[in-house]
């Protein structure tokens, strides 16, 4: 049995053994009461509260601490437990306008059994806490401050334990130092890890996460220790392999495989000086360091070369998405229109398509690329998050309907956009229906894209570009077959007189594409922005309408009128950016969809719903990913999800990610995505309180998928 097997088994039986303690525990119906200094007999752990004063003044914060006397070969958990366990939790119960802080964590021990490996602490330990003394505080009471602690105590079995405690502390004009405990909270608190003051990096690549602290004299370190302040981000049974050097101290972990490496790296840091004495305690530092996926290097060529095959596949699928069927019914019009035409002539019309897809598709990669390496936290898609590139989108794509609709003709050297009938002039149409179908295409993540896009950004920019360049060739290449193929060609329709009511008909699928980016604005933006941007189309109707009346008339009415639907022109861009900058705030928060009551999605809020036990499903979407909307309507408002959700009691997240959010696009990047939809359930914890790593959904939903994933019913 191998190590990482044996890992499994020894975990599952100390939960196993921690389940049948909490039930043995709940079922003897036993309770215990604390007080101060009197501990209960029988247990494992005597518990009690101290305090550094023997009184208090108005004011003025004191120092209290939980103290744990914990019997031999027991022990009692740290903020993080490690593999298995529970940190322990005070509930305080104060004075009015008293306030706790948060406990303040000694350094643990690595307490390992085999491969399970736990961090606690053995024998005692004091948990400070900060007390805030209000100001308003009368002199001469004594004051009563209890609380419930409550926590995990652990040998070959595991027992919970917990306890009602009390201390009574006088209040006086002065604070005096209670002298069996000031000296020891003193020294507990000067113990505590301290803030970290070298400059401090993390990289993760496929198996371990690195750690670089630029500290002086890191030779000298002995016994160095990381504590991660999170679960599951690094094996707890690795050993841990240190580096000194001129530059400061390397730290290699070996990452937990059963999530994704998180976006920081978050815990404490234990050491040794060597010239210090051998029984002198541990120091430590506070570690808190966002984490860089570590680029891929050549000794990694089946990474890439599955990114490649993954991201042409999806950008075949690509053509199915409905966000792209609209614009590509304009490439089938124009196929039409060049069946019986020279095979060269056909063969560029492809080609030239074919190189506006590429083009477009190297420019976005290139400004997602460029923007993030100056700090800009963003994903694919990021342009559907500007007001400003959707109200430009809806007046290209509205324009392109009336050109279809016969309104006017404008510019036959790029009316192939439209699909105008010219064949010695329509390259460059080919090459802009190209662009239009990419730009369009980018809001819609197709099946197997996800994870290609998710490489890609961790990649250096050539791999990235190359990963970008496989989806556009993905997307063009059932255009460009057919435009090499004669076979493929000879079933398309003959062109005929029947092509012009197929023109016009084909402008409604563009108009309806320019009122889903009206939705898209009506939620990134005010409603005074949807109304700038629909009276630019009047102006670019109006404009459009005149040109084509007035062009082939008299000298003198064609000056005026090209004039006048210039000036439209004009004034409808001028109130392009008065509607980009007319934005509002757009949340999911507290949504009722059909019958699920969304929360707004922070990690606060998942790690606050993990704590009360519940289980959680996480939807990452946007309101201009259409591929979002439709999984909302088969699977998310499916009677099954929602009363499947009510029965299990399911929180229910939203992650909107319509408009720019970067702790959205970090937890996209932790869990291997560049983009939405990104679906993420979180089982309820186990028996004994660990938390489990998220559960990724298919892009594409069911009713069916949800259940059977989340294995409820």
């Known amino acids: 049995m191998g190590v990482r097997a044996k890992s499994i088994v020894a975990r599952a039986g100390l939960l196993a053994i921690t389940l049948l303690s909490v039930v043995e525990f709940a079922a003897t119906g036993v309770g215990v009461a604390y007080a101060q200094e009197q501990p209960a007999q029988e247990r494992h752990v005597s518990v009690s509260l101290v305090a550094e004063t023997r009184s208090i003044a108005p004011g003025h914060s004191f120092h209290l601490a939980l103290r744990q006397q914990i019997e031999a070969g027991w022990h009692t958990y740290w903020l993080n437990p490690g593999d298995a366990g529970l940190p322990t939790t005070i509930d ?70 917990d306890a009602d405690l009390s201390i009574s502390v006088p209040v006086a004009a002065e604070t005096e130092p209670d002298p069996d405990w000031a000296e020891r909270l003193a020294s507990v608190r000067a113990r505590l890890p301290l803030r970290n003051p070298f400059p401090t990096t993390a990289s993760a690549n496929a198996e371990n996460i690195t750690l670089h602290i630029a500290m002086g004299d890191a030779q000298k370190l002995r016994d160095v220790m990381f504590f991660p302040a999170d679960r599951n981000v690094i094996d707890n049974d690795a050993a841990q392999a240190p580096l000194a050097g001129p530059e400061g101290l390397t730290l290699t972990l070996r990452r937990d495989g059963t999530k994704p490496p998180p976006a920081a790296l978050n815990g404490l840091l234990s050491f040794r000086d060597s010239a210090a004495q051998l029984d002198t305690d541990p120091q430590a530092i506070t570690i808190s360091s966002q984490i860089e996926r570590a680029t891929a290097n050549s000794s990694d060529p089946l990474g890439l070369v599955w990114a490649l095959i993954l991201a042409f596949a999806g950008g075949v699928l690509l053509n199915l998405m409905p966000c792209v069927l609209p614009v590509l019914s304009i490439k089938a019009f124009s ?83 439209a699909g105008e009938l010219s064949s010695d002039t329509g390259y460059s149409g080919s090459f802009l229906t190209g662009a239009l179908a990419t730009l369009v295409a980018t809001p819609c993540t197709a099946p197997f894209m996800a994870a290609a896009l998710g490489y890609a950004i961790t990649q250096p920019w050539y791999r990235s570009l190359a990963i970008f360049e496989a989806v556009g060739f993905g997307m063009a290449l059932p255009y460009l077959g057919i435009a090499f193929s004669p076979r493929f060609r000879r079933f398309l329709p003959k062109p005929g007189s029947w092509m012009i009511g197929l023109k016009q008909f084909l402008a409604f699928p563009i108009y309806g594409t320019a009122v889903w980016l009206t939705f898209v604005l009506a939620q990134e933006s005010s409603g005074p922005a949807v109304t700038l941007v629909l009276s630019g189309l009047v102006l670019i109707a109006f404009a459009a309408w005149l040109y084509e009346g007035l062009r082939h008339s008299e ?125 993420l359930f979180y089982p309820k914890p186990g028996a004994r309180g660990e938390r489990r790593g998220p559960i990724i959904l298919p892009q594409i939903l069911t009713a069916a998928t949800i259940l059977r994933e989340m294995q409820i019913q």
Not at 146 to 159: E, K, Q, R
Not at 348 to 365: D, E, N, W
């Open 555 to 679: 000298a003198r009415w064609r000056h005026w009128g090209l004039a006048a639907s210039a000036l439209s022109l004009i004034g409808a861009v001028v109130l392009v950016p008065l509607a980009g900058t007319n934005q509002t705030l757009h949340a999911a928060a507290s949504e009722n969809n059909a019958g699920i009551s969304w929360l707004p999605f922070s990690t606060s809020k998942v790690d606050e719903l993990q704590a009360q036990g519940k289980s959680i499903f996480v939807d990452f979407t946007a309101d201009w990913c259409i591929t979002c909307k439709i999984n909302e309507r088969v699977a998310l408002e499916s009677p099954a999800v929602i009363e499947a959700f009510a029965h299990n009691e399911v929180a229910a997240l939203r992650a909107d990610w319509t408009r720019q959010d970067p702790s959205i696009t970090r937890m996209l990047e932790a869990n291997g995505r560049a983009g939405v939809p990104l679906y």
């Open 335 to 417: 196929l039409a229109q060049h069946a019986q035409s020279a095979a060269r002539e056909v063969r560029l019309q492809g080609i030239a398509y074919t190189a506006g897809v590429l083009a477009s598709f190297a420019t976005i990669g290139a400004l997602l690329l460029g923007m993030r390496a100056a700090g800009t936290e963003i994903g694919w898609g990021f342009q559907l998050q500007s007001p400003l590139f959707v109200a430009l989108m809806i007046y290209v794509l509205f324009a392109v309907g009336l050109n279809l609709s016969g309104v006017f003709s404008f510019g036959e050297r790029i009316a192939g956009v």
């Open 92 to 161: 305080w119960r104060l004075p009015p306008d008293f306030k706790a802080g948060p406990i303040l964590w000694p350094q643990p021990k690595r307490i390992a059994y085999g491969p399970v490996v736990d961090y606690g602490y053995e024998n005692e330990v004091l948990l400070p806490v900060d007390i805030d003394v209000p100001s308003t505080v009368a002199r001469g009471t004594d004051l009563v401050i209890a609380a419930h602690a409550s926590w995990l105590v652990c040998s070959d079995t595991c027992i919970p334990e």
